[in-house]
Protein backbone atom coordinates (compact mmCIF):
# COMPACT_ATOMS: atom_id res chain seq x y z
CA UNK A 1 0.00 0.00 0.00
CA UNK A 2 1.30 3.52 -0.75
CA UNK A 3 0.77 5.80 2.10
CA UNK A 4 0.18 9.57 1.26
CA UNK A 5 0.79 11.66 4.52
CA UNK A 6 -0.18 15.55 5.03
CA UNK A 7 3.35 16.36 5.29
CA UNK A 8 3.76 16.00 1.55
CA UNK A 9 5.06 12.64 1.61
CA UNK A 10 4.41 9.20 0.16
CA UNK A 11 5.62 6.10 1.48
CA UNK A 12 6.00 2.68 -0.24
CA UNK A 13 7.73 -0.34 1.09
CA UNK A 14 11.78 1.11 1.87
CA UNK A 15 10.32 4.52 -0.54
CA UNK A 16 9.77 8.05 0.38
CA UNK A 17 9.05 10.63 -2.03
CA UNK A 18 8.15 13.86 -1.23
CA UNK A 19 4.79 14.98 -3.09
CA UNK A 20 2.73 17.79 -3.90
CA UNK A 21 -1.24 17.74 -2.61
CA UNK A 22 -4.15 20.16 -2.71
CA UNK A 23 -4.02 23.72 -1.83
CA UNK A 24 -6.78 22.94 0.68
CA UNK A 25 -4.52 19.53 1.95
CA UNK A 26 -5.81 16.43 3.13
CA UNK A 27 -9.87 16.52 3.68
CA UNK A 28 -12.98 14.99 3.17
CA UNK A 29 -13.52 16.19 -0.65
CA UNK A 30 -16.93 18.55 -0.41
CA UNK A 31 -17.48 19.44 -4.04
CA UNK A 32 -15.59 20.64 -7.28
CA UNK A 33 -12.87 23.02 -7.17
CA UNK A 34 -12.76 23.21 -3.37
CA UNK A 35 -8.95 22.14 -4.23
CA UNK A 36 -9.52 19.29 -1.49
CA UNK A 37 -6.81 15.89 -1.85
CA UNK A 38 -9.74 13.45 -0.81
CA UNK A 39 -9.11 11.60 2.35
CA UNK A 40 -9.75 7.38 1.60
CA UNK A 41 -8.44 4.35 -0.22
CA UNK A 42 -8.15 3.90 -3.87
CA UNK A 43 -6.32 2.29 -6.58
CA UNK A 44 -4.85 3.69 -9.85
CA UNK A 45 -7.43 3.04 -13.09
CA UNK A 46 -5.21 3.55 -15.36
CA UNK A 47 -2.56 5.43 -16.81
CA UNK A 48 -2.42 8.07 -19.60
CA UNK A 49 1.21 9.58 -21.02
CA UNK A 50 2.76 11.76 -23.89
CA UNK A 51 4.95 8.89 -25.68
CA UNK A 52 6.57 11.64 -27.58
CA UNK A 53 8.01 12.44 -24.38
CA UNK A 54 7.77 9.76 -22.02
CA UNK A 55 9.72 6.82 -23.59
CA UNK A 56 8.99 3.32 -21.46
CA UNK A 57 6.74 3.10 -18.35
CA UNK A 58 7.68 -0.20 -17.06
CA UNK A 59 3.89 -0.79 -15.55
CA UNK A 60 1.02 -3.91 -14.90
CA UNK A 61 -1.32 -1.09 -14.72
CA UNK A 62 -3.46 -0.34 -17.88
CA UNK A 63 -1.35 2.48 -20.22
CA UNK A 64 -2.79 4.85 -22.71
CA UNK A 65 -1.41 6.96 -25.07
CA UNK A 66 -2.61 10.41 -24.60
CA UNK A 67 -3.05 12.29 -28.06
CA UNK A 68 -3.67 15.91 -28.68
CA UNK A 69 -7.41 15.95 -28.81
CA UNK A 70 -8.26 14.65 -25.32
CA UNK A 71 -9.58 15.82 -22.33
CA UNK A 72 -11.25 15.05 -18.81
CA UNK A 73 -14.30 16.66 -18.31
CA UNK A 74 -14.86 18.66 -15.05
CA UNK A 75 -18.18 20.19 -15.57
CA UNK A 76 -20.78 18.78 -13.15
CA UNK A 77 -23.68 19.66 -15.69
CA UNK A 78 -22.58 17.92 -18.43
CA UNK A 79 -23.22 14.01 -18.62
CA UNK A 80 -19.78 12.70 -19.39
CA UNK A 81 -18.60 14.81 -15.49
CA UNK A 82 -15.33 12.85 -14.25
CA UNK A 83 -14.33 11.27 -17.88
CA UNK A 84 -12.02 11.22 -20.55
CA UNK A 85 -13.46 13.12 -23.45
CA UNK A 86 -12.76 13.73 -26.83
CA UNK A 87 -11.66 17.93 -27.49
CA UNK A 88 -13.50 20.35 -28.79
CA UNK A 89 -15.74 19.62 -26.48
CA UNK A 90 -18.51 22.29 -24.79
CA UNK A 91 -18.31 21.14 -21.85
CA UNK A 92 -15.20 22.62 -19.22
CA UNK A 93 -12.70 20.66 -19.22
CA UNK A 94 -8.59 20.13 -18.39
CA UNK A 95 -6.71 18.92 -21.57
CA UNK A 96 -4.82 15.84 -20.97
CA UNK A 97 -2.20 17.30 -23.86
CA UNK A 98 -0.34 19.95 -22.24
CA UNK A 99 2.48 22.03 -22.98
CA UNK A 100 4.00 21.59 -19.06
CA UNK A 101 5.44 18.40 -18.27
CA UNK A 102 2.83 17.50 -15.52
CA UNK A 103 0.72 15.11 -17.16
CA UNK A 104 3.64 13.63 -19.42
CA UNK A 105 2.21 10.48 -16.84
CA UNK A 106 -1.27 10.67 -15.51
CA UNK A 107 -2.92 8.01 -13.54
CA UNK A 108 -6.39 8.06 -12.41
CA UNK A 109 -7.57 7.67 -9.26
CA UNK A 110 -10.69 5.88 -8.74
CA UNK A 111 -12.36 8.49 -6.75
CA UNK A 112 -15.89 9.64 -7.63
CA UNK A 113 -16.23 6.76 -10.38
CA UNK A 114 -18.72 4.12 -9.47
CA UNK A 115 -21.11 5.33 -9.38
CA UNK A 116 -20.16 9.39 -10.50
CA UNK A 117 -21.84 11.81 -7.90
CA UNK A 118 -22.16 15.67 -9.62
CA UNK A 119 -20.35 17.72 -8.13
CA UNK A 120 -18.29 15.64 -5.78
CA UNK A 121 -14.72 15.96 -7.36
CA UNK A 122 -13.36 15.17 -11.03
CA UNK A 123 -9.94 14.30 -11.65
CA UNK A 124 -8.31 13.36 -8.46
CA UNK A 125 -4.90 12.46 -10.55
CA UNK A 126 -1.58 11.08 -9.49
CA UNK A 127 1.03 12.94 -11.62
CA UNK A 128 4.14 15.04 -12.14
CA UNK A 129 4.76 17.45 -9.16
CA UNK A 130 5.80 21.26 -11.01
CA UNK A 131 9.00 22.53 -9.90
CA UNK A 132 9.13 23.08 -6.10
CA UNK A 133 6.27 20.94 -5.40
CA UNK A 134 3.61 23.40 -6.32
CA UNK A 135 0.03 23.15 -4.15
CA UNK A 136 -2.04 21.01 -7.13
CA UNK A 137 -5.74 21.67 -7.33
CA UNK A 138 -6.85 18.02 -5.45
CA UNK A 139 -4.04 15.94 -7.18
CA UNK A 140 -1.08 14.35 -5.63
CA UNK A 141 2.34 15.27 -8.05
CA UNK A 142 5.68 13.25 -7.52
CA UNK A 143 9.06 13.75 -9.30
CA UNK A 144 8.56 12.16 -12.96
CA UNK A 145 11.57 9.34 -12.00
CA UNK A 146 10.00 8.89 -8.93
CA UNK A 147 6.39 8.42 -10.06
CA UNK A 148 8.30 6.02 -12.89
CA UNK A 149 9.83 3.92 -10.80
CA UNK A 150 7.20 3.65 -8.31
CA UNK A 151 4.84 2.65 -11.44
CA UNK A 152 7.12 -0.11 -12.04
CA UNK A 153 6.86 -1.80 -8.58
CA UNK A 154 3.04 -1.63 -8.02
CA UNK A 155 0.28 -3.11 -9.71
CA UNK A 156 -3.57 -2.79 -10.46
CA UNK A 157 -4.40 -3.78 -7.07
CA UNK A 158 -2.19 -1.84 -4.99
CA UNK A 159 -3.73 0.98 -2.89
CA UNK A 160 -2.76 4.42 -2.37
CA UNK A 161 -4.11 5.86 1.21
CA UNK A 162 -4.33 9.18 1.64
CA UNK A 163 -4.41 9.93 5.51
Not at 70 to 91: A, E, T, V
Not at 111 to 131: M, Q, R
Request: aromatic share 8%.
Amino acid sequence: MIIVKKSGFLKYKGLQFRCALGKAGIKQKRLEGDNITPKGTYKITKIYYRDDKIKKIKTLIKKIKIKKNMGWCDDPNSRFYNKQIKLPHKSRHERLHRKDNIYDIVCVLNYNIKPIIKNKGSAIFFHIAKKNYQKTKGCIAIKKEHLKKLLSLIDKDTKIKIE
